[in-house]
């Protein structure tokens, strides 16, 4: 039986042309998002990666059951789904492993607080571990507490068996899925245009734009004790783990870095992003980032992490025990340390 809580579909609608999309946090919702809205402006906007999150404008709603809308057949519908342990870890990597002033200061520091022998309460919890954010999900899980958006199940925020969305796409293969979805409404409606010409560089661009704001915001509110060399350098890290730039590509500033600005940064990973690289390699660095990860999870944290996520992998078809995550039977081979500068003593 599914339960209420997990069996409503909170909707965006692009009513312009009646295309119902259900967004789940750390699966493209933001892209999905601009584009509705790129949709929905009636030829102002050309493109989604003109839009900050605060120029979304699109209708909201709720539904229980597909037959709440009218013509439910007849409009397209669709969402996107993820592997659950790699949105996971996604979501920590984007918000606790990256400098966010917000969830540093809502999320980290109740963490470090709460499970940290301190003499006194910290304001920012800057330095979070992976091991650390899963404790905190499945103690909250199990003890019936709240859950932050970006860690709680995709299936409470959208369920395909209640509303029965025409389309599910999944992010892991997001560039094909995309392009059909794309094609599908271009034929369909006359006003839509919208092409990418390579989507994997141009979401290279817009992440790295984005970690540029979060990084000088956090940095103008952080105490000089911790280093802003070890915030610039996960920014750098970030876009490694998500494979925009090889991990043979070194951290390209040493010695003093507190004069270089926000464009400079920015105008240093634009270029190394724009550099031809090998895709089939890049990929593999977001596979090797996640199995370091989880491989720092003690296994009894993994089997309570498995019974939180079992939903959500037996409603879209994803591994609940995936082998490359549970078997410790091998030692890791760490040639590279993803989640470097959360401390301190970083390596120069």
Known sequence: ???????????LVDTVHNIYYCPIPKVGSTFWKRILTVFSSKGRLKS?????????????????RKNQIQDWEENESFIFVREPYARLFSGYENKIYHPNKIFWKKIGAKIVNKYRNLTKKVEFGYDVTFPELVREIVDTHEKGGSINGHFTLMSEHCNPCQTDFKYIGHLETIADDSEYLLTRWRHKFNDVTLKFNDL????????????????????SIIPETFPFRNMMLRTWRDL????????????????DINNV??????????????????????????HEALVQAYSQVPIKDMERLRQYLLPDCLLFGYDDRPAALFNR??????????LDGLTSDTKK
């Open 1 to 11: 039986m599914i339960n209420r809580k997990s069996s409503v579909s909170n909707l």
């Open 48 to 64: 989604p990666y003109d839009i900050t999150l605060r120029g979304v404008k699109l209708k909201q709603t709720k539904i229980w």
């Open 200 to 219: 994997h560089k141009e979401a290279g661009y817009d992440t790295a734009r984005g970690h540029v704001r979060d990084l000088f915001a956090t940095h």
């Open 240 to 255: 490694q783990m998500r494979g925009y730039i090889s991990k043979y590509t070194e951290f390209p500033y040493t010695g």
């Open 261 to 286: 600005t926000s464009e400079e940064f920015m105008q240093q990973m634009k270029y190394t992003i724009s550099k031809a690289q090998n895709r089939t390699a890049l990929k593999l660095q977001r």
């Open 329 to 338: 039977s091998k030692p890791l081979n760490v040639d590279f340390l993803y």
